[in-house]
């Protein structure tokens, strides 16, 4: 198995090649366009149902709450449409994804005003990092589908976080927790030398590059 320096290596390798040509104006610097939706984790693929599913909404909110998936499905859904930017290099256009807005759930827990950095937990012991504040201009939302097809589990379901703006890595897969915070706290690739930010537009890829 590869450590994450070694994979932090290949991806700047991965990188050398980068093709030639006229720039899509699509396509962040650095990225190529693919048509399939390649599937991109850590390897361990959590096993959950909707039955075991629970989605906990925590940290620094005067209304903490858990969800099981009835409370979850008579949730307000909504759309979202958007490009998917893999720090691997692909770039997958025109996802349509369905969930629950961010911003419904951080309402429904009443996020206390010192709340200002989110940390999303996957079932697999995945952390990513986001500021709040960006998060909801992002529009990012909990989905549970994608493409009008329920989210299949290698993709995250039973629902993920997608936070369109960033890098893919940001879109925590199995999402089980959203956690609220007051300071910024680093996740799983933010504190093995990826960039905390992770904006495709300006390259941010690694810590330190930009
Ligand atoms: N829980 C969890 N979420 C995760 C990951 C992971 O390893 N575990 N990998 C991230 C990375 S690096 C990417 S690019 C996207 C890939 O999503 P996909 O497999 O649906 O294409 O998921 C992100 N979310
Ligand atoms: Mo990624």
Known sequence: MKSPAEWIEALKRAGARRPQGRPDPQLPPGQHRVDNFPVLDLGM?????????????????????????????????????????????????GLRWAGVPLAVLLE??????????????????????????EALGSRAMVADAVDGKSLSAVHGGPARFVMPTLYGWKSAKWLQGIEVLTEERLGFWETRGYHRHGDPWQEERFAGTN
């Open 45 to 93: 693929h959590p096993v959950l149902t909707e039955a075991s599913w629970r989605l906990r909404l925590f940290g620094a909110v005067a209304q903490p709450f858990e969800w099981s998936w009835s409370e979850w499905s008579a949730a307000s859904h909504a759309e979202l449409t958007a490009d998917f930017h893999c720090v691997t290099r692909w770039s997958r256009f």
């Open 108 to 133: 429904q827990a009443q996020v206390r005003a010192d709340g200002r950095f989110l940390l999303l937990h996957g079932a697999d012991g995945y952390t990513t990092n986001v500021t709040l504040d």
